[in-house]
Nanobody, 124 residues
Framework: QVQLVESGGGLVQAGGSLRLSCAAS????????IGWFRQAPGKEREFVAA????????SYEDSVKGRFTISRDNAKNTVYLQMNSLKPEDTAVYYC?????????????????WGQGTQVTVSS
């Protein structure tokens, strides 16, 4: 089993920054990849970014490219999502998820474990 715990969410003004963390514990044996997804009220869960366990491959949703950066610290079993230039449309619950395969994919159904989520609210 794998446990994922997100942290770092909060309320920020438009143009501000937040850094989300996803701490993994349990059977986090490589290879795997970790993704960030978000879900706004009344909307489908959508892919935001993902990274392989070795950091060699990343992927971003088009609307966050150039603003968000995903990174990982394997010594801490933690993946980060640095979010800059935040916009009101970034408001959502952000989830991290782990896929027990090396390839980075964007489909939520391909991920095996999920965290509980952390709320990000961007005010205009």
């Amino acid at each position: 089993q794998v446990q994922l715990v997100e942290s770092g969410g909060g309320l920020v003004q438009a143009g501000g920054s937040l850094r989300l963390s996803c701490a993994a514990s349990g059977r986090t044996f490589a290879p795997y990849s970790i993704g960030w997804f978000r879900q706004a009220p009344g909307k489908e869960r959508e892919f935001v970014a993902a990274i392989t366990w070795n950091g060699r491959s990343t992927s971003y949703e088009d609307s966050v490219k150039g603003r968000f950066t995903i990174s990982r610290d394997n010594a801490k079993n933690t993946v980060y999502l640095q979010m800059n230039s935040l916009k009101p449309e970034d408001t959502a619950v952000y989830y991290c998820a782990l896929r027990t395969r090396i390839l980075v994919v964007t489909e939520a159904a391909e991920y095996d474990y999920w965290g509980q989520g952390t709320q990000v609210t961007v005010s205009s």
